[in-house]
Structure formats: C-alpha cells, structure tokens
C-alpha cells in the first residue's frame, strides 16, 4: 500500500437499514472496517463508526475514533438493523466527531466513507426533504475541509437510478465508488491521491 505523510481519520457512516443489510451490504462493510483498521493502525491511523439507531429514526456513533482492532470488533458486532435511513443526520454526526477528533489531532486528515444505498428515508426537520438534507450535509462537507467518498450499495435497477450516492459524492467533492470496488487497498490508494 501506498505510504502518505499524515495519519488518516477514517469515519464510516454505514446505512444499516434494511434495504441495505438484505444485499448483506452491512457485513461487508464491517469487514472492510477491520482490515483498513489492521492495515494502517501501525502509520496511526484512527477508524470510528457511525450508524443508524435501531427503531428510531436518528444516527448514532457507534464506534468513537480508535486504533484498538478489539474495542472495533466489539462496537461492530453491535450494530443493530434499522428501519429508517437517516442519513442527513448520520452525515452531521459524522462531521462533529471528525472536527472533534482535529483538535486532538490536527496532522490527521478527517475522510467520511459512507455506505449506503442512496435512498435516504428521514430528514433532519420535520416536514423536511431528506434528499435536500443529505446535499446540504455533503456540502457542509467540503466547506470542513473532509474528504468523502461514497460507496454505492444501490441495487442495479430502478433503485440505483433513485440513488443519490453520485449527487451526494458531487456535493461533496468527493470520490464515487461502487461498493463492489472498496477494499483497503483502493480507498488508501484514493485517499493518498487525494489527501
């Protein structure tokens, strides 16, 4: 794998609903998880988790920043289904742990994976677009200086035209990859060129 100068600070935010977990897209992920944390925790890289709550229509962090490989299998282990897909919410919680984790670590570049479907299901207000709220998050993205790539878990078909991983990935600045392509080696690769 390709070296680079500073650490990474690796956030997933990972659609956990059910749409996503019947593709056996939330295993995967998880798995992705733990080998990018085994593969670079020796150049001080940091891997933290953000997922939805089960039963409630909100994000949570489910794995604070860490480079402890037990403390991760644990946290993912745990990760409940979700009916809903807030991921406006999980965005913006996202976004708050990485700014966070920079005063701790200011050499640290601050990257959000998200995997997720595209189809967002709740927004951030009531009554509010929940498309409209994962674009703006995206946004808020960029302007914070966090590199973001979308790993599209959209099913081919009609669910993949509804999908808003690529306009998310624009909104963002960000990369847009097939979830079938992430492995650690291509998102440290990516992460290299871009960071």
Not at 23 to 33: D, P, S
Not at 104 to 126: F, H, I, M, Q
Not at 131 to 139: F, P, Q, S, T, Y
Request: aromatic content about 4%; proline content about 7%.
């Amino acid at each position: 794998m390709r070296e680079h100068r500073s650490p990474f600070s690796v956030c997933f935010v990972v659609d956990n609903s059910y749409s996503v977990h019947a593709g056996r897209m939330v295993e995967k992920v998880k798995g992705l998880a733990f080998r990018l944390l085994e593969d670079t925790a020796h150049r001080g890289d940091r891997v933290a988790l953000v997922a939805f709550k089960g039963g409630v229509p909100e994000a949570t962090v489910a794995l604070p920043p860490t480079r402890s490989v037990a403390l991760a299998f644990r946290r993912l282990r745990a990760v409940p289904l979700s009916g809903q897909t807030p991921l406006a919410d999980a965005l913006a919680r996202a976004r708050r742990l990485l700014r966070q984790d920079a005063f701790k670590r200011p050499n640290a570049v601050p990257v959000v994976v998200v995997v997720t479907d595209g189809l967002p299901t709740v927004a951030l207000r009531s009554g509010g677009d929940p498309l409209a709220d994962v674009l703006a998050e995206g946004r808020e993205l960029r302007r914070a200086g966090i590199v973001c790539v979308v790993a599209d878990a959209a099913r081919p078909g009609p669910a993949a035209m509804a999908s808003c991983g690529r306009a998310l990935a624009q909104a963002s600045g960000g990369l847009h990859v097939p979830i079938a392509e992430l492995a650690p080696e291509v998102l440290l690769d990516a992460l290299a060129e871009i960071a």
